[in-house]
């Protein structure tokens, strides 16, 4: 069976799967408003509920290997994914294995969903890993690449200016006779047993309903040693999202621990660095302890107002920003102690809004 007539397949037996799947998450979820927090079915309804999301994310890979999903792209520079994804990559390969990251200088901007540019990383570390069984070393670099008409290492690309993003292992190689299958789904490649399944097959997907290109290039070295995937991705003239300045830093303080985890994660993945407080006390003490260089405090909650009028007390120029569940608050309390208009934040709010406030605030 042809390639794109197994990409239809899973696409649509994916489709179909998300409609029985939502309307079991959604029933679930109606289901559980008729119990009282201590009914013992509540667990075995929850139980249902979370087993359906864990089926739902199967058919989000299955979608994006028949690059059928929903992606959500935005401007994005991958030398600022790699920088938020770092750490991350770095659990997912393990200690034994060195990560190294070389970013290219002036790096074009392009046109992507940002949460599957980090799927497409975890997916090749892990590739990576399973070459490694015992150790090794994995190095991820960015570039810019210029393809023209006849070029002869890109001749199914079209000519045009491209991202390159290469994933280099010192793993075992991949034999010649299956590279050619590597992408597609459960298909066994030697070594590399442990990452098979839908994981290449999902990137090889994402790259290519992103209108980019994938190659492969084993073996690198003699004994058959070394591999390197490149993700090329279309350039973009476009501006995008404003890029925080190296080391910003910001405390969030915040007694909800949901909203807190929310606020927080969507800021690192945009590059701050972030300090989290669960209270006015946890962050005067967390100021007292480490002096750090807090450039904007982001508040939460009913002691919004405590915790920065006492900051503002040790830090005179420190920013804050107040997030809010009313719109009323901006206008019961617009200035603070010193007679400085308080910024506000009404919830609820996209990650993408909470972005642009704290840009505009900071600046």
Excluded: C
Excluded at 88 to 111: A, M
Excluded at 116 to 129: E, M
Excluded at 206 to 224: F, W
Excluded at 323 to 329: G, K, L, T
């Amino acid at each position: 069976m042809k390639n794109d007539t197994v990409e239809r397949l899973a696409g649509g037996i994916a489709h179909d799967f998300d409609v029985l799947l939502t309307a079991i998450i959604g029933h679930a979820e109606n289901l559980s408003d008729y119990l009282s927090p201590g009914d013992p079915r509540a667990a075995e309804v929850a139980a249902i509920r979370h087993a359906a999301e864990q089926a739902s994310s199967l058919t989000q890979q299955l979608l994006a290997f028949s690059r059928t999903q929903t992606l959500r792209p935005t401007v994005v520079d991958l030398n600022a994914v790699l920088a938020r994804a770092r750490s991350g990559l770095q659990r997912v390969i393990g200690g034994r294995i060195t990560l190294d990251i070389e970013s290219g200088l002036r790096l074009w901007p392009v046109r992507a969903d940002s949460g599957q540019l980090d799927q497409i990383l975890i997916n090749l570390a892990i590739n990576a890993r399973a070459a490694m069984p015992d150790g090794g070393a994995v190095t991820i670099s960015t570039g810019n690449v210029l393809v023209a008409n006849g070029d002869a290492q890109f001749t199914d690309m079209v000519p045009g200016e491209y991202v390159a993003l290469a994933i280099t292992d010192t793993g075992a190689g991949i034999q010649s006779t299956v590279q050619q299958h590597l992408f597609e789904p459960f298909y066994p490649a030697p070594e590399r047993e442990a990452a098979t399944g839908l994981g290449l097959a999902m990137v090889y997907g994402i790259v290519k309903q992103s209108g980019g290109h994938i190659t492969v290039e084993s073996p690198l070295r003699a004994g058959g040693r070394g591999s390197r995937f490149t993700v090329y991705l279309p350039a973009t003239r476009e501006s995008g999202e404003a890029v925080p300045p190296e080391g910003e830093t910001i405390l969030l303080v915040g007694d909800d621990r949901n909203l807190r985890s929310f606020i927080a994660d969507a800021l690192r993945r945009r590059g701050y660095q972030l300090l989290e407080a669960k209270d006015a006390w946890d962050a005067l003490r967390m100021v007292e302890t480490i002096e750090p260089r807090v450039d904007l405090l982001i508040t939460t909650g009913v002691n919004g107002f405590i915790v920065s009028s006492a900051l503002r007390e040790r830090y005179r120029s420190l920013r804050v920003l107040h997030v809010s569940a009313s719109a009323e608050d901006g206008l019961d309390h617009p200035k603070d102690t010193a007679g400085t208009p308080r910024a506000f934040l009404t919830q609820p709010f996209t990650p993408g809004a909470l972005a642009r406030k704290v840009r505009s605030v900071l600046e």
